[in-house]
Structures are given as C-alpha cells and as structure tokens.
C-alpha cells in the first residue's frame, strides 16, 4: 500500500520559514511527480508546485515562486517544501501528492500551516 505522510507544519509569524516533508512507503517518489498542494478555509485546492522523476525539475506557482524550494532526498525517500518569506495568505493545510503528470494517485493527510500577522 502506498502512503504519503506530510510533516512540518505548525504556526510561524509573517516574514518567517517553514519546512515541510513529504515521506513515501511503498513507492519511490523519484520515479513518479510529486506535487505540493494546499487548500485554505472556503477555498478550492490550489496548486503550489511540484517536481518532477528523475533528475527533479521543479514548477511552482506564481503566487509563491521566489519564496518556496521544492526538493528530494532519494535516500529518505522524501520531498520536501521549504517556504520562505511567508505570509498569512500563506495559511492553509498543505498536501503532497504522487503520481504521473496531471494524474496524481495518491495523496498524504495534509499538515496545517498558520502564518499569524
């Protein structure tokens, strides 16, 4: 059984870091996409970025590029988000997802993450 499971959230001020994880069992997540999602109180699932098999190139989205590094320990077997430069809107329950481009098969819990002002 494939599972996904994020770590790392929590509560940072404005302006602060972050880190998040993404650990996989029973997949290698260097052959497959990983995407980072996140989804805020009343709003749709929103994409932030993703990278890719293989040697990992890495998409994000607007909204956070400049502020995030997406990358991957294939030893651990682990994605990972770094953010930086946060800010409130930043607020919401981030996701990792696994799969091929566009169709993303398996999904974590999620982790909450509060930026406070």
């Known amino acids: 059984q494939v599972q996904l499971h994020e770590s790392g959230g929590g509560l940072v001020q404005a302006g602060g870091s972050l880190g998040l994880s993404c650990a996989a069992s029973?997949?290698?997540?260097?052959?497959?996409?990983t995407g980072w999602f996140r989804q805020a109180p009343g709003k749709e699932r929103e994409f932030v970025g993703s990278i890719d098999s293989g040697v990992g190139r890495t998409y994000y989205a607007n909204v956070v590029k400049g502020r995030i590094i997406i990358s991957r320990d294939n030893a651990k077997n682990t994605v990972y988000l770094q953010m930086n430069s946060l800010k409130p809107e930043d607020t919401a329950v981030y996701y990792c997802?696994?799969?091929?481009?566009?169709?993303?098969?398996?999904w974590g819990q999620g982790t909450q993450v509060i930026v406070s002002s």
């Open positions: 029973g997949r290698t997540l260097s052959t497959y996409r």
């Open positions: 997802a696994s799969g091929l481009p566009g169709q993303y098969d398996v």
